[in-house]
Antibody, heavy 123, light 107 residues
Framework: QVQLQESGPGLVKPSETLSLTCTVSGGSVSSGSYFWSWIRQPPGKGLDWIGYIDYSGSTNYSPSLKSRVTISIDMSKNQFSLKLSSVTAADTAMYYC???????????????WGQGTMVTVSS | DIQMTQSPSSLSASVGDRVTVTCRASQTISRYLNWYQQKSGKAPKLLIHATSTLQSGVPSRFSGSGSGTDFTLTISSLQPEDFATYYCQQSYSTPYTFGQGTRLEIK
């Protein structure tokens, strides 16, 4: 079955760029049926949608993060990635990658999630 | 952005109880509403999409209803494994916003 696995540094300094990668196994990021997504969760808080990319490279970002976020896709490695620039302590969170699928007609949802990776922003 | 508001924020209940969680959208989202369950230290798990369609493998004691702006998640008879935090999310328009979560605790 399809599995997602996040990877990247667990500690990032303030003002630097957070970089994470999600590796997809058991499926292909080049499939046209999915949106490859990033969601984060600050400690003890709720879920915060960051954005997604599709197989064509088309992206959609949260307006609150749009100026700092880049999501990219690497079909040769079957991965997609997140970069978040100029980080502050407020960006400390568990970061999840997820697959958003069309499940019933035009209805979509994140049906497969990675286990998450904790990123702390601190000097 | 569409704001999603869940109530209650937390709920204490006993095994066997019937429980209802409410989610309200700040504007109409038709039936573009998903529910996720998150257990401590784990990634969220999709329970229900399109307001009322259960994911494969989700027990039938879970159900969802609603349309427009008001939605509910009902657990008909709580089981020990159901104690978790539940989130609604609208998939009507980006950004795909989540509710703040409802923490379901054992009484």
């Amino acid at each position: 079955q399809v599995q997602l696995q996040e990877s990247g540094p667990g500690l990032v300094k303030p003002s630097e760029t957070l970089s994470l990668t999600c590796t997809v196994s058991g499926g292909s990021v080049s499939s046209g049926s999915y949106f490859w997504s990033w969601i984060r969760q600050p400690p003890g808080k709720g879920l915060d949608w960051i954005g997604y990319i599709d197989y064509s490279g088309s992206t959609n970002y949260s307006p609150s993060l749009k100026s700092r976020v880049t999501i990219s896709i690497d079909m040769s490695k079957n991965q997609f990635s997140l970069k978040l620039s100029s980080v502050t302590a407020a960006d400390t969170a568990m970061y999840y990658c997820a697959r958003r699928s069309f499940l019933t007609g035009s209805y979509t949802a994140c049906d497969i999630w990675g286990q998450g990776t904790m990123v702390t922003v601190s000097s | 952005d569409i704001q999603m508001t869940q109530s209650p924020s937390s709920l204490s209940a006993s095994v066997g109880d019937r429980v209802t969680v409410t989610c309200r959208a700040s504007q109409t989202i038709s039936r573009y509403l998903n529910w996720y369950q998150q257990k401590s230290g784990k990634a969220p798990k999709l329970l229900i999409h399109a307001t009322s369609t259960l994911q494969s493998g989700v027990p039938s004691r879970f159900s969802g209803s609603g349309s427009g702006t008001d939605f509910t998640l009902t657990i008909s008879s709580l089981q020990p494994e159901d104690f978790a935090t539940y989130y609604c999310q609208q998939s009507y328009s980006t950004p795909y916003t989540f509710g703040q979560g409802t923490r379901l605790e054992i009484k």
